[in-house]
């Protein structure tokens, strides 16, 4: 699958394409949202491999010509809109959100280039709004599936628990064995009484190198990215 990207600003990386490996392991059916859709991979992977109805969201306009040129592209029917998820009118409800969203908190130095720093910054989508969100457009036992910055897990937790969010599987990724996680991906339905099963932790490098498993999941995703001006 090709990707157009710009040349400047926001570009998609390893976070998304580790993201929808671990979106793999659930069996997405029905109605999709990719929120911060950016230039569409995450919505385009899931209309290639489920037989789901997805649809993206981008507040940001530059993205959003990207996204259905991909789609377009790719022959994939994914439908896009502009617009401020936090504050867009859904006509229909959903039975799955998916997302990769800004989570660099307050204390990262933000990027002075506007496009980097929206997609980046979650000031600009708090958690505790987008999970409030998620749960008015979601169905009664819908599920949402995202990474976000693994230092903030317990922050995560809570506005899940006190939406009526259960965590039903977690993945932590790792650059390398010898460090901290540094990405959590969730997996959360609504109003389930599931246990939750910790997946085994995705170790990206060894030695300098990514690691066979991390080779198998790009190869996998099949995603090949072009930067140009369109």
Same mark, same amino acid.
């Given at each position: 699958?090709i990707i157009?990207?710009? /040349?400047?600003?926001y570009?998609?990386?390893?976070d998304?394409?580790?993201?929808y490996h671990?979106?793999?392991?659930f069996?997405?059916?029905g109605n999709v949202?990719?929120v911060?859709t950016?230039?569409?991979?995450?919505a385009?992977?899931?209309?290639?491999?489920f037989k789901? /109805?997805v649809?993206a969201?981008?507040?940001?306009e530059?993205f959003?010509?990207y996204?259905?040129?991909?789609?377009k592209?790719n022959?994939?029917?994914?439908?896009?809109?502009l617009?401020?998820?936090?504050?867009? =009118?859904f006509a229909k409800?959903?039975?799955?959100?998916?997302?990769?969203p800004?989570?660099y908190?307050?204390?990262v130095?933000?990027s002075?280039n506007?496009?980097?720093?929206?997609?980046?910054?979650?000031?600009?989508m708090p958690f505790?709004k987008?999970?409030k969100?998620?749960?008015?457009i979601?169905k009664p036992?819908g599920?949402?599936?995202f990474?976000y910055?693994?230092?903030q897990?317990?922050?995560?937790?809570m506005?899940l628990s006190?939406?009526?969010?259960?965590v039903?599987?977690m993945?932590f990724? =790792?650059?390398?064995?010898?460090?901290?996680?540094?990405?959590?991906?969730?997996?959360?339905k609504k109003?389930?009484?599931s246990?939750?099963?910790?997946?085994?932790?995705?170790?990206?490098f060894?030695n300098?190198?990514y690691r066979?498993?991390t080779k198998?999941?790009?190869e996998?995703?099949?995603?090949y990215?072009?930067?140009?001006h369109?």
């Amino acid at each position: 699958m090709i990707i157009y990207q710009p /040349q400047e600003g926001y570009c998609y990386n390893s976070d998304t394409i580790f993201l929808y490996h671990f979106i793999r392991r659930f069996p997405l059916r029905g109605n999709v949202l990719d929120v911060g859709t950016g230039s569409g991979i995450l919505a385009l992977l899931v209309a290639r491999d489920f037989k789901a /109805q997805v649809d993206a969201i981008e507040i940001q306009e530059h993205f959003v010509h990207y996204a259905k040129i991909n789609a377009k592209a790719n022959k994939l029917p994914v439908t896009v809109y502009l617009g401020d998820f936090l504050h867009m =009118h859904f006509a229909k409800r959903y039975d799955y959100i998916i997302t990769n969203p800004p989570f660099y908190h307050t204390g990262v130095l933000r990027s002075k280039n506007p496009i980097i720093d929206k997609a980046r910054y979650s000031g600009h989508m708090p958690f505790e709004k987008f999970i409030k969100k998620a749960n008015q457009i979601l169905k009664p036992k819908g599920g949402i599936i995202f990474c976000y910055d693994a230092k903030q897990t317990q922050t995560l937790l809570m506005h899940l628990s006190a939406n009526k969010f259960t965590v039903e599987a977690m993945q932590f990724v =790792h650059p390398n064995a010898q460090k901290e996680a540094s990405l959590v991906m969730i997996y959360a339905k609504k109003s389930s009484k599931s246990l939750c099963a910790i997946v085994p932790p995705l170790i990206v490098f060894e030695n300098g190198e990514y690691r066979e498993e991390t080779k198998r999941i790009f190869e996998e995703v099949g995603a090949y990215s072009i930067k140009c001006h369109i």
